[in-house]
C-alpha cells in the first residue's frame, strides 16, 4: 500500500530537473582544466565571521526550540526590513522563522489548507518549487505573469521579484495594482523576495513596502532568504512575514508538524540580520565577477535578458541571429567546460534561454570567460 501511494505521489510530480542535464555535467568535467559550474546558484564564499561567532555562542542549546521562533530573531527581521526595505507596521506578530524558503514554498499551499477545486497562479517562467508544493497539495497550477486576465480566480498567487531565473524586477506600480486587485477577490498573494538584496541595474521593492500595500499587510506574505545575502545556504535560514492572520496559520499548523528552526541557526539569524557590512562586500563581489561574465557571453554571441537583480544572467546564444533552443546551448558551453541551467527547467517560456549563475569563485568566473573568449 505504501509503495502504490508513493507511486502516485511521484507520478505528479515533474522530474527533479538537475537529473536531466547530467550528461552535460559530464561532458563538462572532461575539460582539461575542469568544469565552472554555473547551473546551481549556491554559494561559494566564507560564511561571514558574523555568523560563524553567534553559532559558536549558541553551540549548547540542549532544549527544543518553538515553532514561533526567538524574539531576538523576529525583531532582529522586523529592524532589518524597516531599515533596508522601507517596510512599516510589521509586527512580531507577523514574523515567523522557517527551515530555509524552498521548504516554506513546497509546503505552504497544504499548509494554508489549498488544495483539490483551488487554481493556484504562478510566474510564467518560475522557480519550480512554487509548482511542485501545488502538485503535491491537488491543486490545479497555471503558469501566468497576468493572473488578474485568468477567467477563474485563483486562491494563491506567487510573485518572485526580483525573479530567479530572469532576474526581472517587478516595479511599485505593478506590484500596487496586483495587491489591488488580489484583495478585491480574497487572492492571497505571496511573494517571494530572496533575492531583494541582490540588485545591479534596478531596484527592487518589498510587496509589503508601504507604497505599495497601502500601510495594511493584509492578505500578503512576503519570502525571504540569507542564503544569499549572508552566504548561509548551509544553515537554512529563512522567514515568512506579512499579513498576522495568515502567519498565524501558519504557525498553529507548523506546530502540529513540529516544524521549528534550530536555535543556534534563530541565532545567527538576528546576528547577521543586525549587521550590514558583511552583506555590503557580498554585493560588491557579485557584482564584480557579473561583469566579468556578462561582457564574456555578450563577446561570444549571446544575448542577456532582463537579468537587472538576482545572481543569475539569463542568456541566450544567437545563431544566425536567431536564439537556439537552450538544450543546444547547454550543449554547447559543456564542450567548453561550463555547465548552465537549461531555460526549459523553468517553464515553455524558457526553451531559447540558459541561466547562467555568477556565484563561482574568481579564479572560475575567470576560467568561463577565458573559455568564452
Known amino acids: 500500500m505504501t509503495q502504490a501511494r508513493t507511486g502516485r505521489v511521484s507520478a505528479r510530480l515533474p522530474d527533479f530537473p ?47 526550540p518553538t515553532t514561533l521562533g526567538l524574539e531576538v530573531t523576529r525583531q532582529a527581521v522586523v529592524d532589518w526590513l524597516a531599515r533596508a ?10 514574523v515567523l522563522p522557517v527551515v530555509g524558503s524552498k521548504e516554506l514554498i513546497a509546503g505552504l499551499p497544504t499548509q494554508l489548507g489549498v488544495g483539490p477545486g ?27 505573469d497576468e493572473p488578474e486576465a485568468l477567467e477563474r480566480t485563483p486562491a494563491l498567487v506567487y510573485l518572485n ?9 517587478l516595479g511599485p506600480d505593478r506590484l500596487r495594482a496586483l495587491v489591488g486587485w488580489a484583495r478585491d477577490r480574497g487572492v492571497l498573494l505571496v ?61 498553529a499548523v507548523r506546530k502540529n508538524l513540529g516544524l521549528m528552526m534550530p536555535t543556534p541557526q534563530q541565532r545567527v539569524m538576528a546576528a547577521v540580520l543586525d549587521d550590514d557590512a558583511h552583506a555590503a562586500e557580498q554585493h560588491a563581489r557579485y557584482a564584480a565577477r557579473r561583469d566579468v561574465l556578462r561582457t564574456a557571453l555578450e563577446g561570444a554571441g549571446f544575448r542577456v535578458d532582463h537579468s537587472e537583480a538576482s545572481l543569475y544572467l539569463w542568456s541566450t546564444r544567437l545563431v544566425d541571429g536567431r536564439p537556439e533552443p537552450c538544450l543546444d546551448t547547454v550543449a554547447w558551453l559543456a564542450e567548453r567546460g561550463v555547465l548552465v541551467a537549461p531555460g526549459d527547467f ?19 568566473i575567470a576560467a568561463a570567460a577565458a573559455r568564452l573568449t
Not at 517562467?125 to 509548482?131: C, M, S
Request: glycine share 10%; aromatic share 6%.
Open 161 to 169: 521579484s526580483p525573479s530567479n531565473p530572469t532576474g526581472r524586477v
Open 346 to 364: 523553468y517553464g515553455a517560456a524558457g526553451a531559447d534561454h540558459v541561466r547562467v549563475a555568477f556565484t563561482a569563485t574568481d579564479e572560475r
Open 191 to 251: 511573494s517571494d523576495e530572496c533575492y531583494l538584496e541582490c540588485c545591479w541595474e534596478a531596484s527592487a521593492v518589498s510587496v509589503l513596502h508601504p507604497e505599495v500595500c497601502g500601510g495594511s499587510h493584509e492578505g500578503l506574505l512576503a519570502v525571504h532568504s540569507l542564503s544569499k545575502r549572508s552566504n548561509l545556504a548551509g544553515y537554512r535560514c529563512a522567514c515568512v512575514v506579512g499579513d498576522p492572520a495568515v502567519v498565524g496559520e501558519l504557525l
Open 18 to 64: 538537475w537529473d536531466r542535464i547530467a550528461s552535460y555535467a559530464a561532458v563538462a568535467r572532461a575539460h582539461p582544466d575542469g568544469i565552472v559550474d554555473l547551473s546551481i546558484g549556491t554559494p561559494v564564499d566564507p560564511t561571514p565571521a558574523v555568523a560563524q561567532q553567534a553559532l559558536a555562542a549558541a553551540s549548547d542549546s540542549p532544549g527544543y
Open 118 to 144: 483551488h487554481l493556484v497562479a504562478i510566474p510564467e517562467v518560475a522557480y519550480p518549487t512554487y509548482e511542485v508544493g501545488a502538485v503535491l497539495a491537488g491543486a490545479e497550477v497555471v503558469a501566468t
Open 85 to 94: 526595505h522601507g517596510v512599516t507596521g510589521l509586527g512580531l506578530d507577523g
